[in-house]
């Protein structure tokens, strides 16, 4: 046998561990996001000081492409803008549909090694569930 | 390989030619070459739209799509054929009882059994024909084990009982349903009973007469005949008392601009041009089941079911939803793993070309009745072979490992 998943040990780690799975306290965005046919469900709470993420959390339950993906956007987006925020799921969005450049790649850190989903359809909204809900936070609805 | 398993295996093209081991015969099964080639041979030969044509072919093709009527009557042993309706599949039969009968029977107050464990298509359709009638749905619920306590039905039926949905095994625990005595118990109340027979029909020989069952819905597509042909069983003094469902052609004696007159039983039920392909393609797979036997493919079914349940147990943190008796587990057994979703699962066995399917099976109340968000199920069928479970049991010994947990009993694959 030599079938070869894509969970690998970052993956692994973020969904067994995820340092970002917590309530946050003074959250200013709080969101629910569902993925009804599959049964994923988070509720991401983001604290928004002076249009800067100051911190961020999620809880819920989901497949291991969910928790993993949120925590590892949450990574991410901490201490960056909202707009920023933005700017990199729009990237990553365009990843999952399979068209960015290494550069832009790059600029998602961890968050590439997701890349892979771009072949698997039936995970995709897996995959987005955390940055879809982060642009409805910001009334991205897209 | 036995013997067995080689000889079936050559019969349908797919599993000759797949890698894939398919293991989701639940959701529907491959097809042997001999339906493939009776379809072929209805549309090559003798396809004109049947009982509309007085030239030879239409006669031809009537008199071939009555005749797979009358095998699929003999093979569930209805007293009639034209108590056999043919549908797409199970769910459009479930949803003709649940309209047809529904509007003739339930009125406000009354009150339609469905059991826990139903398929959304047994459930929804009643639910629906409750809206519309004034009737209310009253859920019969399961034991952990997915089984049912007759005692529990005793209890729930009273005179305001008109119908019990159920099935005769469950889609999720394969569970098997003694529904002639749940018949019993509701036709004491003046009730009818409605069986789903989807997981049942095509893995072991069923006779509605023993069953006492009013109606039995199942799909052609889970037992190796083609999507699109399905069957309603309905007793012939039920179904004469029914308003049609569908309304249209071929399901008239007479229309004029003040009245119309509907055809008898089964065409009543038929509108429209039929599926007469299907239907034989439906005869032919019931003519290979039977010449297989089905003391052969229960029997093939059971050790292979038997084989995963005994692997399962033994390996930790693989949870059986359901029976802990292999034979509590009729073709169908689902399970849980602890800390790994069933996405993720289903995803692990897919890339080693393992098919199972992952989800709520169209059985959500049992899945929130059992406290499980969702599971992952793996189903037989007569073509599947101990080596395929053996494949499965060295996949699902691997997940944890593969999703990052440090278990004592490591298990890797070579």
Known sequence: MTGNTFYNEIINEHNLKPYHKRAVEGANFTLEGVNPSCGDDIVLELKVEDGIIVDGGFT?????????SADIMLDLIIGKSQEEAIRLSDIFLRMIKGSITDEEKEELEEAGILESVSHMPARVKCAVLGWRTMRELFGRTD | MTDFERKIRADFPLIESSRCVYLDNGAT?????????????????MNANPMRGLYELSVEATEAYENARTVTANFINAEDPREIIFTRNATESLNLVAYSYGAHALKPGDEVIVSVAEHHSNFLPWVEASKRTGAKVVFFD?????????????????????????????????????????????????????????????????DVQVLKADFLAFSGHKMYAPMGIGVLYGRKELLDAMPPFLYGGEMIETVSKERVTYAEVPHKFEAGTVNAGGALGLKAAVEYITKVGFDKITAKERELV????????????????????????????????????????????????????????????????????????????????????????????SIRARMGYKDDRQYFLQ
């Open chain 2, 306 to 397: 038997k084989t995963a349940v005994e692997g399962m147990k033994e390996i930790p943190h693989v949870n059986i939803i359901g029976g802990e008796n292999p034979d509590d587990h009729h073709g169908i057994v689902s399970f849980i793993i602890d800390g790994v979703h069933p996405h993720d699962v289903s995803e692990i066995f897919a890339s080693e070309n393992i098919a199972l399917r992952a989800g709520h099976h169209c059985a959500e109340p049992l899945h929130r009745h059992l406290k499980v968000m969702s599971t992952t199920r793996m189903s037989v069928g007569m073509y599947n072979t101990c080596g395929e479970i053996e494949q499965f049991l060295d996949v699902l010994k």
């Open chain 1, 60 to 68: 819920g339950d989901g497949c291991a492409i969910s928790q993993a």
């Open chain 2, 142 to 206: 399961c034991a952990p084990d997915g089984s049912f306590d007759l005692d529990e039905l005793k209890k729930l039926v009273n005179t305001h009982t008109k119908v019990l949905a159920v099935n005769a095994v469950s889609n999720v625990t394969g569970q098997k349903n003694d529904i002639a005595a749940m018949a019993d118990i509701i036709h004491e109340a003046g009730g009818v009973i409605v069986v789903d027979g989807s997981q049942s029909v095509p893995h072991e020989s069923t």
């Open chain 2, 29 to 45: 099964t491959q097809k042997p070459e001999c339906v493939l080639t009776e379809i072929n041979r209805y549309y090559e030969t």
